[in-house]
């Protein structure tokens, strides 16, 4: 489960309370903007900043913090390396890890994810930090302290489908969107599920294009599964994971001659994320029918919902993240609220959920 400090069900989630961020990187200049970026916002309060992770866990033993902005590269001691005494001093407080645009980065920030950070946030290069970029980064730092998301479903589509409780038939197919916070919850749920019956598994996680391959690479080490990222073209097998490249949105066809097969497509989604879920879990509604199983984890956005609906008209099963074992309750949280999750879970429970209903079928 993703680490839940005292104040994350506390002070840290009443809306107005100041967020108390320490600022963990070699660079000078990247200290002195991400400090002028988030006191200009009067939601935060930038009580630290710090050239390595030593320097930053001896300041902590003195002063409370809620979340920890971490360089991944630095003299000394890596960012992940120094997670946990950042975590166990902090009282587990949030760690966000900062990566340059290198994809030599990779590796190394999803397995920070792993060992307990949030999210990875792309520095621009230096001499580019924008508006832009400050304004995305305080809402994304806002939306991961709060585990909240402005993105709700507001009722607007009358016509939208309503999912029966628990599965509607053993699934055949599972499609996995996740984003912010999702790493670990879907390494969770995967390390639960045990051998399907020959099942393909297709996942979508919002990541820079550069880490995607790292994390299919994670996802192989930590998992008993095949983890291939998805090609165009590329036969679909049972019992292989196929994961977004970056390149592409993973969608699957069938072929003439009966096959499943991977494409790759670059259609246009309203919730700009590429590559996106949305793309993902209607083509399965479309190749798989009421065999199709969206599993919708922690995320910020809407991301996920249409092709949840698309899922649930076509017969199948959607099931969403619970809001306590989430990072951000929106992509699932979006999901639970128009009504189309059939069952409400966190990662482990989804997953032996799903392992039940193929020992029912067998």
């Given at each position: 489960?993703?680490?839940?400090?005292?104040?994350?069900?506390?002070?840290?989630?009443?809306?107005?309370?100041?967020?108390?961020?320490m600022i963990v990187d070699d660079s000078v200049v990247a200290r002195r903007v991400l400090t002028?970026?988030?006191?200009?916002?009067?939601r935060f309060s930038v009580i630290g900043n710090f050239s390595d992770a030593d320097q930053a866990v001896a300041a902590l033993a003195d002063q409370r913090t809620d979340m920890i902005l971490l360089d991944i590269e630095m003299?000394?001691?890596?960012?992940?390396?120094?997670?946990?005494?950042?975590?166990?001093?902090?009282?587990?407080?949030?760690?966000?890890m900062l990566s340059g645009h290198h994809a030599e980065n990779g590796t190394v920030a999803i397995e920070a994810i792993g060992r307990g950070a949030r999210d990875i946030i792309t520095k621009p290069v230096a001499g580019h930090f924008s508006d832009a970029?400050?304004?995305?980064?305080?809402?994304?730092?806002?939306?991961?302290?709060?585990?909240?998301?402005?993105?709700?479903?507001?009722?607007?589509?009358?016509?939208?489908?309503a999912q029966a409780q628990?599965?509607?038939?053993?699934?055949?197919?599972?499609?996995?969107?996740?984003?912010?916070?999702?790493?670990?919850?879907?390494?969770?749920?995967?390390?639960?599920?045990?051998?399907?019956?020959r099942v393909p598994i297709f996942v979508t996680q919002h990541l820079p294009a550069d880490f995607l391959p790292f994390f299919a690479?994670?996802?192989?080490?930590?998992?008993?599964?095949?983890?291939?990222?998805?090609?165009?073209?590329?036969?679909?097998?049972?019992?292989?994971?196929?994961?977004?490249?970056?390149?592409a949105h993973l969608t699957v066809t069938r072929t003439r001659h009966r096959h499943i097969q991977i494409r790759h497509s670059f259609a246009k989604c309203r919730h700009g994320a590429f590559p996106a879920?949305?793309?993902?879990?209607?083509?399965?509604?479309?190749?798989?029918?009421?065999?199709?199983c969206a599993i919708?984890?922690?995320g910020m956005g809407r991301d996920g919902m249409a092709g949840a609906e698309a899922i649930v008209r076509a017969g199948g099963s959607v099931i969403a993240q619970d809001s306590a074992s989430s990072v951000v309750w929106g992509m699932p949280g979006v999901v639970v609220q128009a009504g189309l999750a059939c069952l409400t879970l966190p990662p482990e429970e989804a997953a032996r959920a799903l392992a039940d209903s193929w020992k029912i079928a067998a």
């Open positions: 489960m993703a680490h839940h400090s005292s104040r994350s069900a506390g002070l840290g989630k009443v809306h107005g309370s100041i967020i108390n961020v002028r970026i988030l006191e200009a916002d009067e003299p000394g001691r890596t960012g992940p390396d120094s997670i946990p005494d950042l975590l166990r001093v902090s009282d587990n407080a949030m760690i966000v970029f400050a304004c995305a980064l305080t809402e994304r730092l806002l939306t991961i302290y709060t585990g909240q998301d402005k993105s709700t479903w507001t009722g607007e589509d009358g016509r939208r489908a628990g599965l509607t038939c053993p699934p055949r197919a599972l499609g996995i969107g996740a984003s912010t916070g999702g790493i670990h919850a879907l390494t969770t749920f995967l390390g639960a599920l045990g051998p399907t019956p690479d994670q996802l192989a080490r930590e998992t008993a599964f095949s983890v291939l990222l998805a090609e165009d073209g590329m036969t679909v097998v049972g019992g292989n994971i196929y994961v977004a490249s970056g390149q879920v949305d793309p993902m879990f209607m083509s399965l509604a479309e190749v798989y029918g009421a065999g199709a919708v984890l922690s």
